[in-house]
């Protein structure tokens, strides 16, 4: 079977009559296929977005030429998938559907909506657009604003009032406490750490053994230094999520950003006795939705050779794990950019 490729783009055409038909003649003579288009209102005028099939031997460098070639202007072009066959009403319905069901989904939500290249948490004024339409600034309540960020294509005015509209609708935070029931039937809260919870997690390592932290921290540290603590709660590049019962802190999880805008880094330290109930599972699933959303495609965790456990933990989440060995670690791949998954996800 020939291989195609699919991409969106966002043109500008001369408000004159034949140049969409002039242009989808040129594409079909190279054997590409206008699948999907859509018409955005802006100021100036209108955009057209064009989602096209073409052969391999068609790079996006040549549609661009084609649409120039009628007087067309390209805004931008981006890959694309099936999922960008929807027209706009569906997938906001969409989005909305699965912030609704899950809060903590919203972040994910927004930036399958705005087709964003990430959305995170971010200190702003909401409604403010920067770096030139490339950046915007969206409330999500409760003095809460994300920045979404599109390198391929600056958002339109039509775009951003669907986001607004989008926030507006949730009534709940998007990064509450959730509630977790364990394989024995024990409740247990996941939610963000913070400063206030430095002793429970420094009693949290108290109780590890010296087998499980050295597991986490390939080192062989008994007890974390205050300071460290501190950090593992408020990490300059990432976010810490905690699981709870009662008042005890009883597993962690971290998600720290790398250089590289598609990959994370993801750890996890569960209490020994708290082990094998499903908690590393459920803390990997919610910090794969939030790297979703802030556009990562790959988590990358370290482990021990012949530990197991966080496989076992990413693969009864459902996230896809690819695995090999460097320098003397196994190195483990997450693949969370939805492509395993059905539309933005499916329960």
Not at 80 to 94: E, F, G, K, Q
Not at 202 to 220: D, I, N, P
Not at 307 to 319: D, K, M, P, T, Y
């Amino acid at each position: 079977m020939t291989e195609t490729h699919t991409w969106r783009l966002r043109v500008e055409l001369d408000d004159a009559p034949g140049v969409l038909a002039r242009i989808t003649t040129r594409l079909a003579a190279r054997d590409c296929n206008v699948l999907a288009l859509s018409i955005l209102p802006v100021p100036s005028g209108v955009v057209d977005e064009l989602v096209i099939k073409a052969a391999p031997d068609v790079p996006p460098a040549e549609l661009v030429r084609e649409i120039r070639a009628e007087g067309g202007k390209c805004l931008g072009i981006t890959a694309a998938d099936v999922r960008d066959l929807v027209d706009p009403p569906t997938a906001a319905l969409r989005a909305a559907t699965l912030a609704l069901e899950d809060p903590c989904a919203a972040p994910e939500a927004l930036r399958v909506l705005l087709a964003a290249d990430s959305v995170a948490f971010e200190m702003g004024t909401p409604g403010e657009v920067l770096d030139g339409g490339h950046r915007a600034i969206i409330s999500l309540g409760d003095d809460l604003t994300v920045a979404a960020r599109r390198g391929w294509a600056p958002f339109t005015d039509v775009e951003l009032a669907r986001a607004a509209v989008f926030a507006a609708m949730l009534t709940t935070p998007p990064d509450p406490p959730s509630a977790v029931i364990t394989s024995d039937g024990a409740g247990v809260v996941l939610r963000s750490g913070s400063i206030d919870d430095l002793d429970a997690v420094s009693s949290l390592h108290a109780r590890c053994s010296a087998r499980t932290l050295f597991a986490r921290y390939h080192s062989g540290v008994r007890v974390l230094p205050r300071r460290l603590v501190h950090r593992l709660l408020t990490p300059p590049r990432g976010r810490t999520l905690l699981a709870v019962c009662g008042h005890e802190v009883i597993g962690i999880g971290q998600l720290i950003r790398t250089t590289r805008l598609e990959e994370a880094e993801v750890s996890l330290l569960i209490e020994d006795s708290w082990q094998r109930k499903g908690i590393g599972t459920a803390l990997l699933r919610r910090l794969a939705g939030t790297a979703r959303a802030e556009g990562h495609r790959e988590l990358v965790a370290w482990c021990l050779p012949g530990e197991s456990g966080f496989e076992r933990a990413a693969l009864r989440a459902g996230i896809p794990v690819s695995t090999r060995q460097e320098q003397g670690m196994l190195r483990l791949g997450l693949t969370v950019d939805g492509s395993a998954s059905e539309e933005i996800r499916t329960r």
